[in-house]
Protein backbone atom coordinates (compact mmCIF):
# COMPACT_ATOMS: atom_id res chain seq x y z
CA UNK A 1 0.00 0.00 0.00
CA UNK A 2 1.03 3.13 -1.01
CA UNK A 3 0.63 7.20 0.02
CA UNK A 4 0.95 9.86 -2.29
CA UNK A 5 2.70 12.76 -0.95
CA UNK A 6 0.40 15.23 -2.59
CA UNK A 7 -2.88 13.11 -3.17
CA UNK A 8 -3.13 10.58 0.01
CA UNK A 9 -4.00 6.84 -0.86
CA UNK A 10 -2.98 5.97 -4.06
CA UNK A 11 -5.97 5.31 -6.50
CA UNK A 12 -4.87 1.59 -6.44
CA UNK A 13 -4.53 1.82 -2.52
CA UNK A 14 -7.23 -0.20 -0.94
CA UNK A 15 -9.09 2.48 1.24
CA UNK A 16 -9.96 2.59 4.86
CA UNK A 17 -13.43 1.04 5.95
CA UNK A 18 -14.53 5.17 7.31
CA UNK A 19 -18.39 3.54 8.01
CA UNK A 20 -17.11 1.86 10.98
CA UNK A 21 -16.90 5.13 12.32
CA UNK A 22 -20.15 5.90 11.46
CA UNK A 23 -21.17 2.83 13.69
CA UNK A 24 -19.32 4.06 16.66
CA UNK A 25 -20.87 7.34 16.16
CA UNK A 26 -24.03 5.75 16.45
CA UNK A 27 -23.30 5.02 19.80
CA UNK A 28 -22.63 8.45 20.96
CA UNK A 29 -25.79 9.62 19.17
CA UNK A 30 -27.98 7.31 21.18
CA UNK A 31 -26.02 7.74 24.68
CA UNK A 32 -26.20 11.24 24.62
CA UNK A 33 -29.78 11.41 24.02
CA UNK A 34 -30.25 8.44 26.60
CA UNK A 35 -28.33 10.11 29.15
CA UNK A 36 -30.00 13.08 30.50
CA UNK A 37 -33.63 11.18 29.97
CA UNK A 38 -31.91 8.42 32.69
CA UNK A 39 -30.65 11.29 35.41
CA UNK A 40 -34.60 12.81 35.34
CA UNK A 41 -35.73 9.55 35.30
CA UNK A 42 -34.12 8.86 38.92
CA UNK A 43 -36.47 9.48 41.67
CA UNK A 44 -35.34 12.17 44.33
CA UNK A 45 -32.96 10.75 46.98
CA UNK A 46 -32.54 7.76 44.90
CA UNK A 47 -28.50 7.42 45.33
CA UNK A 48 -28.14 4.06 44.95
CA UNK A 49 -29.82 4.84 41.33
CA UNK A 50 -28.16 8.06 40.89
CA UNK A 51 -24.91 5.85 41.68
CA UNK A 52 -25.57 3.67 38.67
CA UNK A 53 -25.82 6.43 36.26
CA UNK A 54 -23.14 7.98 37.58
CA UNK A 55 -20.89 5.26 36.61
CA UNK A 56 -22.78 4.52 32.86
CA UNK A 57 -22.37 8.36 32.54
CA UNK A 58 -18.40 8.18 33.50
CA UNK A 59 -17.92 5.46 31.32
CA UNK A 60 -19.31 7.29 28.25
CA UNK A 61 -17.17 10.54 29.30
CA UNK A 62 -14.17 7.96 29.02
CA UNK A 63 -15.06 6.52 26.10
CA UNK A 64 -15.63 10.26 23.90
CA UNK A 65 -12.25 11.49 25.34
CA UNK A 66 -10.56 8.10 24.14
CA UNK A 67 -12.15 8.03 20.60
CA UNK A 68 -11.38 12.02 20.19
CA UNK A 69 -7.79 11.54 22.01
CA UNK A 70 -6.95 8.72 18.92
CA UNK A 71 -8.20 11.50 16.33
CA UNK A 72 -6.66 14.11 17.60
CA UNK A 73 -2.88 12.29 17.65
CA UNK A 74 -3.36 10.19 15.17
CA UNK A 75 -5.91 11.77 12.04
CA UNK A 76 -5.85 15.34 12.24
CA UNK A 77 -1.92 15.87 11.96
CA UNK A 78 -1.85 13.33 8.60
CA UNK A 79 -4.74 15.37 7.45
CA UNK A 80 -2.74 18.71 7.75
CA UNK A 81 0.45 17.28 6.43
CA UNK A 82 -1.57 15.24 2.97
CA UNK A 83 -4.21 17.62 2.33
CA UNK A 84 -2.88 20.96 3.51
CA UNK A 85 -5.63 22.47 1.35
CA UNK A 86 -8.86 21.11 3.46
CA UNK A 87 -7.00 22.97 6.86
CA UNK A 88 -9.82 24.64 7.55
CA UNK A 89 -11.85 21.77 8.13
CA UNK A 90 -9.78 19.90 10.35
CA UNK A 91 -8.99 23.03 12.30
CA UNK A 92 -12.75 23.11 12.73
CA UNK A 93 -12.81 19.51 13.91
CA UNK A 94 -10.11 20.66 16.98
CA UNK A 95 -12.11 23.56 17.82
CA UNK A 96 -15.23 21.47 18.37
CA UNK A 97 -13.28 18.91 20.11
CA UNK A 98 -12.23 21.63 22.31
CA UNK A 99 -15.81 22.88 22.88
CA UNK A 100 -17.51 19.63 23.37
CA UNK A 101 -14.64 19.28 26.12
CA UNK A 102 -15.83 22.27 27.80
CA UNK A 103 -19.37 20.64 27.80
CA UNK A 104 -17.96 17.62 29.59
CA UNK A 105 -16.53 20.08 32.03
CA UNK A 106 -19.41 21.11 33.23
CA UNK A 107 -20.91 17.55 33.43
CA UNK A 108 -18.25 16.55 35.37
CA UNK A 109 -18.63 19.46 38.06
CA UNK A 110 -22.34 18.69 38.44
CA UNK A 111 -22.00 14.94 38.13
CA UNK A 112 -20.49 14.17 41.65
CA UNK A 113 -23.28 17.19 43.21
CA UNK A 114 -26.06 14.73 42.12
CA UNK A 115 -24.61 11.69 42.53
CA UNK A 116 -24.25 12.43 46.43
CA UNK A 117 -27.67 13.46 47.12
CA UNK A 118 -30.13 12.64 44.05
CA UNK A 119 -31.49 16.17 44.58
CA UNK A 120 -33.87 17.45 41.81
CA UNK A 121 -32.27 20.85 41.20
CA UNK A 122 -28.52 19.48 40.73
CA UNK A 123 -29.88 16.61 38.42
CA UNK A 124 -32.24 18.65 36.20
CA UNK A 125 -28.60 21.14 36.44
CA UNK A 126 -26.82 17.98 34.82
CA UNK A 127 -29.05 17.17 32.53
CA UNK A 128 -29.10 20.36 31.35
CA UNK A 129 -25.44 20.19 30.90
CA UNK A 130 -26.21 16.96 29.08
CA UNK A 131 -28.24 18.17 26.80
CA UNK A 132 -25.78 21.19 25.95
CA UNK A 133 -23.11 18.66 25.21
CA UNK A 134 -25.45 16.53 22.79
CA UNK A 135 -26.35 19.72 21.08
CA UNK A 136 -22.07 20.37 20.52
CA UNK A 137 -22.20 16.83 20.24
CA UNK A 138 -24.28 15.88 17.39
CA UNK A 139 -22.73 19.71 15.52
CA UNK A 140 -19.12 17.68 15.20
CA UNK A 141 -20.13 14.40 14.46
CA UNK A 142 -22.74 15.49 11.51
CA UNK A 143 -20.22 17.70 9.84
CA UNK A 144 -17.17 14.98 10.72
CA UNK A 145 -18.99 12.25 8.99
CA UNK A 146 -20.16 14.64 6.02
CA UNK A 147 -16.98 16.13 5.18
CA UNK A 148 -13.87 14.50 6.83
CA UNK A 149 -14.17 11.47 6.60
CA UNK A 150 -14.36 11.23 2.62
CA UNK A 151 -10.78 13.28 3.56
CA UNK A 152 -10.01 10.19 5.66
CA UNK A 153 -10.95 7.97 3.02
CA UNK A 154 -8.62 9.38 0.64
CA UNK A 155 -5.59 10.28 2.48
CA UNK A 156 -5.08 7.45 5.73
CA UNK A 157 -3.74 4.12 4.47
CA UNK A 158 -5.71 1.00 5.84
CA UNK A 159 -2.93 0.26 8.41
CA UNK A 160 -3.05 4.07 9.80
CA UNK A 161 -6.63 4.13 10.40
CA UNK A 162 -7.24 0.44 11.61
CA UNK A 163 -4.78 2.16 14.34
CA UNK A 164 -7.21 5.13 15.32
CA UNK A 165 -9.89 2.24 16.19
CA UNK A 166 -6.86 0.53 18.38
CA UNK A 167 -6.29 3.28 20.12
CA UNK A 168 -9.64 3.66 21.19
CA UNK A 169 -10.02 0.72 22.44
CA UNK A 170 -6.78 0.34 24.46
CA UNK A 171 -8.45 3.68 26.63
CA UNK A 172 -11.80 0.98 27.41
CA UNK A 173 -10.67 -1.61 30.81
CA UNK A 174 -11.05 -5.26 29.65
CA UNK A 175 -13.87 -6.22 31.51
CA UNK A 176 -16.23 -3.29 30.23
CA UNK A 177 -15.03 -4.53 26.52
CA UNK A 178 -18.06 -6.98 25.87
CA UNK A 179 -20.28 -4.14 27.07
CA UNK A 180 -18.62 -1.66 24.69
CA UNK A 181 -19.40 -4.51 21.75
CA UNK A 182 -22.47 -4.82 22.98
CA UNK A 183 -23.25 -0.80 22.51
CA UNK A 184 -21.73 -1.26 18.83
CA UNK A 185 -24.08 -3.78 17.65
CA UNK A 186 -26.84 -2.96 19.37
CA UNK A 187 -28.58 -0.92 16.04
CA UNK A 188 -25.72 -2.32 13.59
CA UNK A 189 -27.40 -4.19 10.85
CA UNK A 190 -26.59 -8.11 9.52
CA UNK A 191 -23.34 -6.58 7.65
CA UNK A 192 -22.13 -4.42 10.10
CA UNK A 193 -22.55 -6.62 12.79
CA UNK A 194 -20.10 -9.30 10.59
CA UNK A 195 -17.84 -6.62 10.14
CA UNK A 196 -17.38 -5.91 13.44
CA UNK A 197 -17.16 -8.95 14.83
CA UNK A 198 -15.20 -10.32 12.15
CA UNK A 199 -12.56 -7.93 13.64
CA UNK A 200 -12.73 -9.13 17.15
CA UNK A 201 -9.80 -12.19 17.92
CA UNK A 202 -11.73 -15.61 18.19
CA UNK A 203 -11.75 -16.01 21.94
CA UNK A 204 -13.18 -12.70 21.89
CA UNK A 205 -16.07 -13.92 19.25
CA UNK A 206 -16.80 -17.05 21.71
CA UNK A 207 -17.48 -14.67 24.77
CA UNK A 208 -19.42 -12.62 23.09
CA UNK A 209 -21.53 -15.38 21.98
CA UNK A 210 -21.21 -17.17 25.60
CA UNK A 211 -21.44 -14.58 27.57
CA UNK A 212 -20.94 -10.98 26.48
CA UNK A 213 -24.77 -10.86 24.14
CA UNK A 214 -26.56 -11.96 27.88
CA UNK A 215 -24.40 -9.92 29.60
CA UNK A 216 -25.36 -6.68 27.93
CA UNK A 217 -28.99 -7.31 27.39
CA UNK A 218 -29.44 -7.75 30.89
CA UNK A 219 -27.13 -4.43 31.41
CA UNK A 220 -29.66 -2.20 29.09
CA UNK A 221 -32.57 -3.79 30.68
CA UNK A 222 -31.33 -3.26 34.51
CA UNK A 223 -30.37 0.35 33.12
CA UNK A 224 -33.04 1.59 31.30
CA UNK A 225 -35.99 -0.16 32.56
CA UNK A 226 -37.20 2.59 34.80
CA UNK A 227 -37.87 4.41 31.52
CA UNK A 228 -41.24 4.73 29.21
CA UNK A 229 -41.26 2.13 26.41
CA UNK A 230 -38.57 0.00 27.78
Known sequence: MSVNSSHGVSSTAERPHTHEMVVVHRVFRRESATLPVLVRAVPEGDTARAARIAGVLRD??????????????????????????????????????????RTLTTVTEWLPVWERSADRISGEEL?????????????????????????????????????????????????????????????????????????VPLIGRLLWRVLGRRQYAAYRRALRAPLAGE
Open 127 to 199: ALALDAHRAALLVHLDEEERSVLPLVAEHLTVPEWDLVGERGMEGIPKSKRMLALGAILEEATPEEQAYFLGR
Open 60 to 101: YVMGLHHHHHAEDELIWPLLRSRAPHDDERTGRMQAQHAEID
